[in-house]
């Protein structure tokens, strides 16, 4: 309801019928500056405010009526447009949480690179780490310290290579936030922070390995020690042997099903769909056809019926491990890559 007597204006606003052809209608407000009433096919009345942004004609919402008058709408209007010309206007987009914003960024680019559901989840798992750190912030409230703190830490561990995924991450985030006008581009904090000038870069030239298994012996001391891992260490011990047999990427290694084995175990059929690659570049891929040497074979056959088969299937996984909450997952590759690490010194 109005709180103050209505006035000619007011009346104006009121008597704006509901669009029937569409779903809303904007109408100039007599003797206003630049105020428009957008008028929606349930009957809400909304007014806005226009204004001219790099030649183009843009509206910012002010409010409701009746929740408020033609005359208090003027009033907002009037304070809005001065904090546009001082540099002080925050949009209610602005005010939306980082995680938002970064969730709609990674989503709208891997739509743009054509990427694989399994990649998009792997940029989202960066960003649940990074979010951590920037605790559900307004975008446009992280500032250049924000990202030294989170910079600095992978840095001083000497984490480049993620250090080098998180800025990547970043930069597709602020591209989008840009875009869509969540912040404005003298206000992006990755220039002041400068990545390619200010932090050590990960360069697989120079980065160092774990030492390769080069000898017989060297394998032959590997294979000793799998053979006496605990029962605990079970399930990484033969995916460490699967590892050896076929020389399958960690990443691919980890999310083997049950379904791409023959009945004997003979054969493993890993689909070029489910190889790690981005759609864009499947056609140019082939299916990957290995064959099992004959013990691997047996260990697979005596896995599954005992430890595999004690554990809750999910998703005919081969190699399950468990996520912080105790759930099924795929094992993790980093552990299974520490595992070997470890059994390999």
Not at 166 to 194: C, H, R, S
Not at 217 to 228: G, S, W
Not at 262 to 288: P, V
Not at 320 to 341: M, Q, S, T
Request: positive net charge; glycine residues 2%.
């Amino acid at each position: 309801m109005l709180t103050v007597a209505p006035t000619k204006q007011d009346a104006f606003v009121e008597s704006l019928p509901a669009p029937q052809d569409r779903i809303s209608r904007s109408h100039r407000i007599p003797d206003t500056r630049k105020l428009y009433v957008e008028v929606f096919r349930n009957g809400t009345k909304k007014f806005k405010l226009r204004y001219f942004k790099n030649h183009r004609q843009r509206y910012i919402s002010v409010g409701e009526f009746p929740l408020i008058t033609v005359a208090q709408a003027e009033l907002k209007a009037f304070e809005i447009e001065r904090q546009i010309v001082n540099d002080e206007y925050v949009s209610r987009q602005a005010k939306e949480e980082f995680y938002k914003v970064a969730e709609k960024a990674i989503e709208a680019y891997g739509k743009a690179k054509n990427l694989k559901s399994k990649t998009i989840q792997h940029y989202k798992k960066r960003l649940n780490i990074i979010n951590r750190t920037l605790a559900r912030k307004p975008i446009h409230e992280i500032n250049v310290s924000d990202l030294r703190k989170i910079y600095s830490e992978y840095e001083e561990r000497g984490a480049l290579e993620m250090l080098k995924r998180i800025n990547q991450l970043f930069q597709i985030v602020f591209k989008y936030a840009i875009k869509k006008e969540f912040i404005k581009k003298t206000k992006n904090p990755l220039l002041e922070l400068d990545y390619d000038e200010n932090y050590e870069h990960y360069r697989a030239a120079t980065a160092t390995h774990h030492p390769i298994l080069e000898t017989e012996e060297d394998i032959a001391a590997f294979l000793e020690k799998i053979t006496q891992c605990p029962d605990a260490a079970l399930t990484s011990a033969v995916a460490a042997l699967l590892l050896i047999n076929t020389g399958l990427r960690l990443e691919s290694l980890c999310e083997i099903r049950w379904e791409f084995f023959n009945e004997d175990f003979s054969t493993l059929f890993y689909s070029k769909s489910a190889l790690k690659g981005e759609k864009a570049t499947e056609d140019s891929r082939q299916d990957l056809i290995l064959p099992i040497a004959p013990r691997m074979a047996k260990i697979l056959k005596a896995f599954k019926n005992t430890v595999n088969n004690n554990v809750k299937k999910h998703a005919d996984i081969v190699f399950l491990g468990r996520d912080f909450e105790g759930k099924p997952r795929a094992i993790n590759k980093d552990a299974l890559r520490d595992y070997v690490k470890r059994t390999s010194d």
